[in-house]
């Protein structure tokens, strides 16, 4: 099972008090220090105001965040945990993607969701359209996703998104394209759209024991479209105050979610920012819930 990391942001208020300039060099040095370790990817948080509340603090911007993490790491694997579909036209969100995939040298994955976060949705005018408006509007981004990363120009006529023979030169590095994970724990819509379009569904904040619920049904819903189930790989974003502090504890919740099929565990190493130890007891707890080997004859 592979580990990742969320860089920190701002997000959760880790840089309350911060100048911008510390408060970005601080975010790197986890960055360097996180591929140092082997952590297996970093992800970004799409997100404008700080949680639960909005307060005026630094939150750093996506984007622009794994833009410049391609050119401060060299193997982790880059993207967003997850992007709101909403808050850009898919057809640029996949040039973007495609763009960060060159530059990264084949490392760029799509996190895209249908969003939640009322108050930054209201503050940077998109309104805030009930649940099924929403997740409309990641239906069709999807669509016009897959066809963007696809060969060729891409064409979709959506209620919400629509591209006309849309060039997307490069289309990125990778073969046969870009990853996509879709995230979110809607079983009716969210997981079914996984299931139709994406290469990973990524659970957000479910403990293992639901989890353990869960991929049965992500199985039917793959079952579904014909699709085999072990071609969905299943990402759980464990928010950082739910992750334990000590390696042992970590090993163990890792290895729960290891041992239900879980391909990837991702979070945020908050304490982190001023904890030099933080991260490396994240990595001991990583290492630790790897199952052990056969001795080499």
């Not at 023979?165 to 870009?178: C, K, M, T, V």
């Not at 994970?181 to 809607?186: D, I, Y």
């Amino acid at each position: 099972m592979d580990v990742g990391i969320i860089v920190p942001q701002g997000w959760t208020g880790e840089y309350a008090g911060m100048a911008p300039a510390d408060a970005w060099r601080r975010s790197v040095e986890i960055a360097r220090e996180a591929e140092d370790l082997g952590f297996e990817s970093q992800w970004a948080f799409d997100h404008m105001h700080t949680t639960p509340d909005p307060t005026d603090e630094i939150t750093f911007e996506s984007h622009t965040v794994l833009s410049a993490l391609a050119a401060h790491t060299s193997t982790v694997r880059l993207g967003h945990i997850v992007s709101c579909a909403a808050y850009r036209n898919p057809a640029l969100l996949a040039k973007m993607i495609s763009t960060l995939d060159v530059v990264s040298h084949g490392r760029a994955e799509l996190g895209i969701g249908a969003g939640w976060k009322r108050d930054e949705w209201e503050a940077y005018g998109y309104g805030f359209p009930p649940t099924r408006e929403r997740l409309a509007i990641l239906s069709d981004a999807l669509e016009v996703v897959t066809r963007m990363f696809a060969p060729g120009r891409a064409t979709f006529e959506g209620r919400h998104a629509t591209v006309r023979d849309a060039i997307n030169e490069p289309r990125g590095l990778q073969d046969p394209s870009i990853p996509i994970m879709v995230g979110g724990n809607g079983p009716n819509v969210t997981w079914r759209l996984a299931a139709a379009h994406a290469d990973e569904l990524n659970l957000d904040a479910m403990p293992p024991e639901d989890v353990e619920r869960a991929m049965t049904v992500i199985a039917e819903r793959c079952r579904e479209v014909d699709r085999d189930p072990s071609s969905l790989r299943v990402s759980v974003h464990v928010w950082w105050e739910h992750m334990p502090r000590e390696p042992e504890e970590i090993a163990e919740l890792l290895g729960a979610y290891r041992d239900l099929g879980v391909a990837r565990v991702q979070t945020l190493p908050r304490d982190a920012v001023s904890d030099p130890e933080a991260l490396r007891r994240l990595a001991d707890g990583m290492r630790m819930a790897e199952p052990a080997q056969e001795a080499a004859l």
